[in-house]
Every structure is written in structure tokens, then in C-alpha cells.
């Protein structure tokens, strides 16, 4: 795999912790990738996200971080594969790194305004809350 994009509880339960923040959890899963020359996106639900770019040192605490920007959460289900296809298509198209995770927890973000899968995100509202957040 080129892309991992994994949430917070999964890496608990990988790991059986409990208790490790989730900075030590991603910074553990990203030196346990080996050789995989892999990109690695880890959410934080609430508390937003990290992101390790593909040739990040496996042994260095360089990543980038983003907090969430929900502010009216209606339905969360789904908000981490709407960050996982955002971000997907950011590092195909070679956006900058430190914007990956940025840009994947406010598209997540507004996910988490819609119930179910009654409506989708579109770029429109994606672009306005960008312009928004960063005024």
C-alpha cells in the first residue's frame, strides 16, 4: 500500500493500549510500517488528525497535525472515510503536506453536518468553509 489512513481506536486495538497518547500511537504504528515506504494519516475523531508524509524518517517525530473543525456534529459515521477519500486524492494530485490533514478534517468536518448518506459534501461548501476558517 502507498496510503494508510487509520483512526485512533483502531491503533488501540492493534496495539491493545488504552492509555498512550495518540501522538506516541502514530509516531509506533509509523516506525512499525518497516519498509513500507508509506504515507500515514491517523484521526483523532474529535481532536482532529495527524499526518506522516511518504518519506518522513520511520524514527523521527516529524508529522503534521491538524485540529477537527466540526462544530455541529448531527451524524459522525462516515466522517473518517470522507478524510480518507479527501486526502486520498490531495497526495495524488501532489497538494503540500502541511495542507493534507487540513483540508481532509474540514471536508470530514462538514460530513459530520449530514445524516447518513442523505447528501454529499460539495466544493462549493468545502471552499467557503476553507475561506471562512482561514480569515
Not at 480518507?84 to 503540500?96: D, E, N
Not at 503536506?97 to 478534517?105: K, Q, R
Amino acid at each position: 500500500f502507498s496510503y494508510l489512513s487509520i483512526d485512533t481506536q483502531e491503533v488501540r486495538l492493534a496495539y491493545h493500549d488504552r492509555f498512550s497518547a495518540p501522538v506516541d500511537l502514530a509516531r509506533r504504528l509509523r516506525a512499525d510500517l518497516g519498509k513500507v515506504d508509506a504515507t500515514l494519516g491517523m484521526t483523532l475523531g474529535p481532536n482532529g488528525a495527524y499526518y506522516f508524509p511518504k518519506n518522513t524518517p520511520k524514527n523521527t517525530n516529524i508529522e503534521c497535525y491538524a485540529p477537527a473543525f466540526a462544530d455541529k456534529v448531527v451524524d459522525a459515521t462516515g466522517a473518517g472515510d470522507a478524510f480518507f477519500a479527501l486526502t486520498t486524492l490531495l497526495i495524488k494530485v501532489g497538494c503540500p503536506d502541511v495542507m493534507i490533514p487540513f483540508l481532509g478534517n474540514i471536508y470530514a468536518g462538514l460530513k459530520t453536518r449530514i445524516i447518513g448518506n442523505k447528501a454529499s459534501v460539495c466544493r462549493a461548501q468545502l471552499t467557503k468553509a476553507v475561506v471562512a476558517i482561514l480569515k
